[in-house]
């Protein structure tokens, strides 16, 4: 008595062509859920750098008998350690410069890094939007999130939410002009990716199984294009550069396990918004 169930549906009509996308990332639903708060008694503050790793909290401090199990299906979030000498320096020289108020680039990005420490890496380009790559008048900032300790993101194309990608704009227009405070003015977005399909012929050495170190190939070529999912913290974040197909055959061709590598080809993608369809750049694939 008094309690409900509740369903949510999405319906979508697939014979109008539309289709839903604005919950691609949902990786599991759970009912029953609740939030736990680290409340320090005298504990260690190690964690707090890059949260508690899934699975650690496995039962209540105090048992309840109607509370069969507890799980913690992700890791924790929103923790900050405490602040370093040199930290505290860098907040307070950053400060003096913007005062709060966003007026150029890099004001934009020391204003988010500060406030969200969520965000690992910022990038702000002006006069442009989402829609147009010139657009007087806009600011758009690219955020890439910190993606230590965090298996509730897809590794090779992390982003925020819409709901944080709002909080971040909404923070941005309490101190920018006020001549951009009209929402289609100041936007934050995450990274565009670019896709791309490695197809090549490849021989390997004597003593190295063709199956095992296909896979292996797949492995480093992942690792190659996309460093951070191997090594975060030392993996150089650019949001701009170009990288030559003549770049991934020679790190082809340098691995020790290969030999020969022959009809090689590169294959660019790009996603539609719209639909989330992999189309090829310029309507075909590319070499």
């Known amino acids: 008595?008094?309690?409900?169930?509740?369903?949510?549906?999405?319906?979508?009509k697939e014979e109008e062509g539309e289709r839903i996308i604005a919950l691609p990332n949902i990786k599991a639903v759970h009912a029953q859920a609740e939030s736990a708060t680290f409340k320090n008694n005298e504990n260690t503050l190690n964690h707090l750098a890059h949260g508690i790793s899934p699975e650690i909290i496995t039962k209540l401090v105090n048992t309840?008998?109607?509370?069969?199990?507890?799980?913690?299906?992700?890791?924790?979030?929103?923790?900050?350690?405490?602040?370093?000498?040199?930290?505290?320096?860098?907040?307070?020289?950053?400060?003096l410069r913007h005062k709060n108020r966003a007026v150029n680039i890099w004001d934009y990005e020391?204003?988010?890094?500060?406030?969200?420490?969520?965000?690992?890496?910022?990038?702000?380009?002006?006069?442009?939007?989402?829609?147009?790559e010139i657009d007087p008048g806009k600011v758009m900032t690219v955020v890439f999130p910190d993606i230590r300790n965090r298996n509730d993101l897809d590794p090779y194309t992390p982003g925020f939410c819409i709901g944080k990608l709002e909080k971040f704009e909404d923070y941005l227009r309490a101190r920018s002009n006020l001549?951009?405070?009209?929402?289609?003015?100041?936007?934050?977005?995450?990274?565009?990716?670019e896709l791309l399909q490695v197809k090549c012929c490849v021989r390997f050495r004597?003593?190295?199984?063709?199956?095992?170190?296909?896979t292996q190939l797949n492995s480093d070529l992942h690792a190659f294009l996309a460093p951070w999912t191997?090594?975060?913290?030392?993996?150089?974040?650019?949001?701009?550069?170009?990288?030559?197909?003549?770049?991934?055959?020679?790190?082809?061709?340098?691995?020790?396990?290969?030999?020969?590598?022959?009809?090689?080809?590169?294959?660019?993608?790009?996603?539609?918004?719209?639909?989330?369809?992999?189309?090829?750049?310029?309507?075909?694939?590319?070499?």
């Open 179 to 193: 001549f951009l405070y009209c929402e289609e003015n100041i936007q934050v977005v995450n990274p565009f990716y």
């Open 1 to 12: 008595s008094g309690l409900y169930w509740i369903r949510a549906t999405i319906i979508a």
């Open 64 to 95: 309840v008998p109607s509370i069969k199990q507890v799980i913690q299906p992700i890791s924790s979030f929103g923790g900050r350690p405490a602040e370093r000498q040199n930290e505290y320096y860098r907040r307070v020289s950053e400060r």
């Open 230 to 287: 191997v090594d975060f913290e030392s993996a150089e974040l650019a949001f701009s550069g170009e990288l030559h197909s003549s770049t991934i055959l020679n790190f082809i061709e340098e691995r020790t396990y290969v030999d020969v590598v022959s009809n090689f080809e590169i294959c660019q993608y790009t996603i539609d918004i719209e639909t989330g369809d992999l189309i090829p750049v310029n309507g075909r694939d590319i070499n």
């Open 206 to 214: 004597t003593g190295f199984p063709p199956l095992l170190y296909a």
């Open 110 to 132: 020391r204003l988010l890094l500060e406030a969200f420490p969520e965000i690992f890496h910022a990038k702000t380009i002006s006069h442009t939007s989402k829609v147009c």
